[in-house]
Nanobody, 127 residues
Framework: QVQLVESGGGLVQAGGSLRLSCAASGRTFSIFDMGWFRQAPGKEREFVAAISRGGTITVPVDSVKDRFTVSRDNDKNTLYLQMNSLKPEDTAVYSC????????????????????WGQGTQVTVSS
């Protein structure tokens, strides 16, 4: 078992920045592949970015590729998502997820491959 708790969400104006954190507890953080997903009202859950247990980054989805950066600190058991140049269309609930399976780049994009999820943190970007 691993417990995931996100933080860092909030209300920000377009063009602003936020850094989301996902604190993990319960099992050794470094054995998990980690991902960030988001879900806007009325839309399906969308892959945002992912990073393997070894630090390999799966290229984020095109809509955020040049603005969002995923990273992890295994010593602090924490996953991060740095979000810059935020747009109103980035408004969503952002959730982190952990997979105990070894995933390839494609596998990290699929939410069904993750077996642990946080409760999510709301990000709202005003225009």
């Amino acid at each position: 078992q691993v417990q995931l708790v996100e933080s860092g969400g909030g209300l920000v104006q377009a063009g602003g920045s936020l850094r989301l954190s996902c604190a993990a507890s319960g099992r050794t953080f470094s054995i998990f592949d980690m991902g960030w997903f988001r879900q806007a009202p009325g839309k399906e859950r969308e892959f945002v970015a992912a990073i393997s247990r070894g630090g390999t980054i799966t290229v984020p989805v095109d809509s955020v590729k040049d603005r969002f950066t995923v990273s992890r600190d295994n010593d602090k058991n924490t996953l991060y998502l740095q979000m810059n140049s935020l747009k109103p269309e980035d408004t969503a609930v952002y959730s982190c997820a952990a997979s105990s399976s070894i995933l390839g780049s494609g596998g990290r994009r699929r939410p069904t491959n993750y077996n642990y999820w946080g409760q999510g943190t709301q990000v709202t970007v005003s225009s």
